[in-house]
């Protein structure tokens, strides 16, 4: 069942356009992954699916609901959560609390939002112990558990996860990777955007490589890691110039 | 001895004035990083309010407490009011777009309150009405203090302890401070930021209110040029507390008043602004972020 929907969408800063004619979909239980270099407009895409900014053009549907106009917060309350880059965990306040912000939403049911942070513990047992601490004083890993965790407090419909591995220990990245994953098996609809791309397809059901703002590519994870283009591209393959675009693809530098 | 507890009661006095509006400087700025300079001629307004409410020769009927609980209930009322209202039709199309354009647009706005308030009121001081407890002390050992001293420390120690308690404990108060710290992620925990600034425009207005009132029985004059020079400490002492922080208002307006009521004291009146403006630059040059306030690394 699909649960999210981006059709023809448009995207830029002012009047810049970065996105151009993107359209994708994301069904309960699965981890659809966005691939591609920086500058490609996986960031973008995440920011216009949360509200952050608005499509010029395109539409995009969670659960039936055209998100068109929709502030961030709104968009909050039907079920999307967006896990920024960079995890932007409020620094100077303690774990608990940023754990607590993360159930703004649900404000008017305090003991829900204690039950549920009890449930982000006993998924990353690491934050229960440093729930006193200052969130800027945890790991970099341990900060993306909280910034994971802070979004999961909703029990959100889609989880959109940009970059969750940036800067990370490959053991740690691949902790997290696999916590997505795992959520997804339990109906939690995960879109990702990922540069550890021979990661991501590990455990993408789906993924879309983009460049320039266009998806070039797109298959199932499994598809997707085996085939040529990708391998050379991105996955460090010796013949990268030697890359023949495919039937959707337009001719350009690989890089 | 004596004088020093005394001098340190009217300090605290004069600094739960400044602390009060301080705090109203303080939640806009966390949210918006932006200066209302219309904020401190609110608290003349208020007083305004406050006085036209107990002229009334019904309000004066009341019991006297009743009375003056009526009166600022109808400029805390009011003064929000304005303060949303402000907001809606002039600040809100500016925050985000121009600094620049707010900081002159709120400075004409707190010019146009003090000539429209002249105009109506007249440039003359009024007199709040006379009451018994303003002129009330209270003798413990050799140390008088004034009655009405006390009455203003403690209800503005209350606000500001309540506010204190509302940014750390409450949701919204958590809210305000994510806001403060990061806007898009903030907004990413599903919180309305236009909601939250009209929140923090509306709180700083009935916290304003309160001052207006309050220092209108404690002073027993008010007039229409009250509020542009208490609104400058109150915004020095919302700096050298640090800026954006809640705590660090009530600190700095605190600190403010008791130097004010020192340099008063042991020195000379006259001297006292020389040196509450020297405190803050001398606070800002040893800690450019303020007494409590945190050094926030520049926003992406």
Do not use: C
Not at chain 1, 53 to 82: F, K, Q, T
Not at chain 1, 98 to 118: C, E, F, Q, S
Not at chain 2, 204 to 211: I, R, S
């Amino acid at each position: 069942m699909t649960i999210l929907s981006a059709t023809g969408l448009h995207l830029g800063y002012h009047g810049l356009a970065v996105v151009h004619d993107v359209s994708f979909d994301l069904r309960r239980g699965e981890v659809v992954a966005l691939l591609g270099p920086n500058g490609a407009g996986k960031t973008t895409i995440m920011k216009a699916i949360s509200g952050l900014i608005r499509p010029s053009h395109g539409r995009i549907l969670l659960d039936g609901i055209d998100l068109a106009g929709l502030p961030a917060h709104r968009i909050v309350s039907l079920g999307l959560r967006h896990v920024p880059e960079g995890r932007r965990v409020f620094g100077s306040m303690s774990v608990a609390e940023n754990l607590r912000l993360g159930g703004y939403t649900m404000r008017r049911h305090p003991a829900d939002i204690r039950d549920r942070i009890d449930e982000v513990y006993q998924l990353f047992p690491i934050l229960g112990q440093r729930a006193q601490q200052l969130a800027g004083t945890l790991s970099g890993g341990e900060q993306q558990m909280l910034a994971v965790g802070r979004a999961l407090i909703t029990r959100p419909l889609v989880l959109a996860l940009d970059e969750p591995s940036l800067g990370l220990s490959p053991r740690m990245s691949q902790e997290i990777l696999s916590t997505a994953r795992r959520l997804a098996r339990n109906g939690t609809a995960v879109l990702l955007v990922e540069q550890n791309i021979r990661e991501a397809l590990r455990i993408a059901d789906r993924a879309h490589v983009l460049e320039l703002g266009r998806i070039v590519l797109s298959g199932t994870g499994a598809d997707l890691a085996r085939d040529p283009r990708v391998e050379a591209t991105y996955l460090g393959g010796q013949s990268a110039g030697d890359v023949s675009p495919g039937p959707d693809t337009t001719p350009e530098e690989p890089r | 001895m004596e004088t020093l507890v005394q001098v340190l009661i009217i300090g605290g006095t004069v600094g739960s004035f400044y602390a009060l509006v301080a705090l109203g400087y303080t939640m806009v700025y966390g949210i918006v990083r932006l200066i209302n300079f219309a904020h401190g001629d609110l608290v003349m307004v208020a007083s305004f309010i406050g006085w036209v409410m107990l002229e009334q020769a019904w309000v004066q009927a009341m019991p006297t407490l009743l009375g003056i609980l009526l009166a600022a209930g109808v400029a805390i009322a009011g003064t929000a009011l304005l303060s949303l209202t402000l907001l809606r039709l002039l600040y809100a199309r500016l925050i985000g777009r121009s600094t620049l354009g707010f900081l002159l647009v709120t400075l004409s706005v707190a010019f146009a309150m003090e000539e429209i308030i002249k105009l109506i009121f007249g440039a003359r001081e009024r007199a709040y009405p006379n009451y018994s407890l303003a002129t009330e002390t209270i003798t413990i050992g050799a140390i008088r203090l004034a009655g009405m001293d006390l009455v203003v420390i403690g209800l503005a120690g209350t606000l500001m302890v309540g506010m204190i308690w509302f940014a750390q404990r409450t949701m919204t108060g958590a809210a305000m401070r994510a806001l403060a710290i990061d806007h898009d992620a903030a907004r990413l925990m599903g919180v309305n930021v236009t909601a939250l600034i009209a929140a923090a425009f509306a709180i700083g207005a009935a916290l304003a209110a309160v001052t207006g009132v309050l220092s209108g029985v404690y002073y027993g004059r008010i007039s229409f040029d009250m509020g542009f020079m208490l609104g400058l400490k109150a915004f020095t002492a919302a700096v050298v507390g640090g800026i954006g922080n809640i705590g660090g208002a009530v600190l700095g307006g605190l600190v403010i008043g008791v130097l004010e009521a020192l340099v008063q004291g042991y020195l000379a009146g006259a001297w006292s602004d020389a040196f509450i403006f020297g405190a803050l630059i001398l606070v800002l040059y040893l800690r450019p972020q303020g007494i409590l306030g945190e050094r926030v690394a520049v926003r992406a």
